[in-house]
């Protein structure tokens, strides 16, 4: 009999607490940015008001931890007693002009601070000033969180799919802290929990205790062919580079956006598909990244570890158990960029031939809308691996206007945790047709981040012209094809 209705945190859960240093986060976050209002400007006291509506939507959000007094026992999320909804919304305004290097400045700042351990582990921020008139929130959440929230998150429920969804708040649903349980009855239910199943308990301190790899490996294990494919990244580790230092406690953080019918042109033209353009992209930027910084890449390839969607038994089980990890090595050197691209197209063939558990690639057969969610789950599997580089996590949402009190979304762009070998990560979120690119960095190693912007955009126009061209030899070549004589 449980003395308290506390929930327990998973093992997962408590290794990801228990893992976080000063430099080392364990937060993740997504920065949406919207056109200007219909009104011309945003209304934060009217913003405050959708959130207290919503809010009952994601109870975990007015929850914080608490410790039993039993040693190596995980933490459990109890209603928080004083809750303050003002300290978890915050308003900003960028000076003037409110450029995009600016909002990015402004966003690293807050993205570089830790969540306060005593409160509810989430954060958003309402940044106006923005230069064409708009607005951004900027949502920041601790991974511990993940497991429980099975998708939803907070940003979820404030975006819309009409423009008029939130013209009409409605009242708050009414709501009382249940009482935060005492020391004594925290620790009858561990002990509890201890005597009914001594064995789950005692591999659930084990875990936590061994957090780093065993967590990364439980995450591995999902799919089919997993443990072949870490023995042998084990057997080839892949070279070391300046993406691959510890990380500092302070990032740096660059954004772009690429039109999502861009890519689609590319992909249909070359027949490979928008992730095998998605992976070709960033590796030519991030190798032009490391070639202006000085660094040598001939020959150079690099390790991304890839998040990827799974079907492993029925489809109601909880999302994150259909998501598993493979390792993809990218050429960094300078190459032709329709090579690059069949390079990363076979590559990505070979993954899904000998791991028959990997879907469609990354992240696209998951259901639902909860970007920032889900690439929290993609980041929980790289927590502390030396398996490779650098993270790449791909993200899909709808493909269809979204909105916040009638402003309509224009970019998602994640913020992804470093591992502590990573110093370099790139998410990808899909809106509304367009790819929302968010290059997160260390501060020390990786200075002049923003210049991948540039490159990421260059990549693509590159990829088009020879695209364009591609089909220009084809059209010229069936239409000579045509008028060609028959014999008689």
């Known amino acids: 009999m449980r003395h308290s209705h506390a929930e327990r945190l998973s093992a997962a859960d408590t290794a990801f607490l228990r893992m976080e240093t000063r430099t080392l986060h364990m937060h993740v976050g997504t920065l949406f940015v919207f056109a200007p209002p219909p009104s011309g400007r945003l209304d934060f006291a009217r913003f405050a008001q959708l959130v207290r509506s919503r809010l009952h939507l994601v ?48 966003a690293t700042r807050i993205l570089s601070r830790q969540l306060d351990r005593e409160r509810p582990l989430w954060e958003l921020y309402v940044i106006e000033g923005l230069e064409d008139g708009g607005f951004a929130l900027l949502v920041k959440s601790h991974q511990a969180m993940v497991d429980g929230l099975e998708g939803t998150d907070i940003a979820t429920v404030m975006l819309d799919l009409a423009p008029e969804d939130g013209d009409e708040l409605g009242s708050p649903e009414p709501w009382e802290p249940r009482p935060v349980p005492s ?62 230092q510890p990380p500092s406690a302070y990032r740096r953080f660059a954004v772009q956006r690429v039109a999502l019918a861009d890519v689609k042109e590319v992909k249909d033209t070359f027949r490979t598909t928008v992730n095998d353009v998605v992976l070709a992209v960033v590796a030519d930027a991030t190798g ?42 990218l050429p960094m050197f300078e190459m032709d960029p329709v090579e690059r691209l069949h390079v990363c197209h076979e590559a990505m063939q070979e993954v899904k031939a000998s791991h028959h558990a990997v879907g469609a690639g990354f992240l696209l057969e998951l259901s639902g809308f909860a970007p920032p969610t889900l690439h929290a789950m993609a980041a929980r599997l790289g927590a502390r691996s030396r398996l490779f580089s650098f993270l790449v996590t791909n993200v899909p949402g709808p493909q269809v206007p979204v909105y916040c009190l009638g402003a309509r979304l224009q970019g998602a762009y994640p913020f992804t945790p470093l591992g502590s070998t990573q110093s370099y990560s790139v998410g990808l979120t899909s809106i509304d047709g367009w790819l929302s690119f968010g290059v997160t960095a260390d501060y020390d190693a990786c200075p002049g981040i923003e210049a991948v912007e540039d490159f990421l955009t260059e990549g693509v126009v590159e990829l088009q012209a020879h695209a364009a061209a591609a089909r220009e030899r084809t059209t010229r070549a069936n239409a000579e094809g045509a008028v060609r004589p028959v014999d008689a």
């Open 59 to 106: 109870p975990r959000y007015r929850q914080r931890l608490a410790q039993p007094g039993v040693p190596a026992s995980s933490p459990v999320w109890v209603d928080d007693p004083h809750f303050d909804l003002s300290y978890h919304v915050r308003h900003a305004s960028l000076p003037r002009p409110g450029t995009r290097e600016q909002l990015t400045e402004h």
């Open 183 to 244: 020391s004594v009855s925290l620790t009858l239910d561990t002990l509890g929990d201890l005597a009914a199943s001594p064995g789950t308990a005692l591999e659930a301190a084990r875990r936590a205790a061994h957090a780093p790899w065993r967590v990364g490996r439980r995450a591995l294990d999902l799919g089919r062919g997993a443990v072949g494919m870490v023995r042998d990244r084990l057997a080839h580790p892949p070279p070391r580079s300046l993406l691959n």
């Open 288 to 329: 032009r990244y490391l070639r202006s910084r000085g660094a040598r890449t001939d020959g150079l390839w690099l390790r991304a570890m890839v998040p990827v969607s799974t079907r492993l038994g029925a489809e109601d089980q909880p999302l994150g158990s259909r998501v598993v990890a493979v390792f993809v090595d």
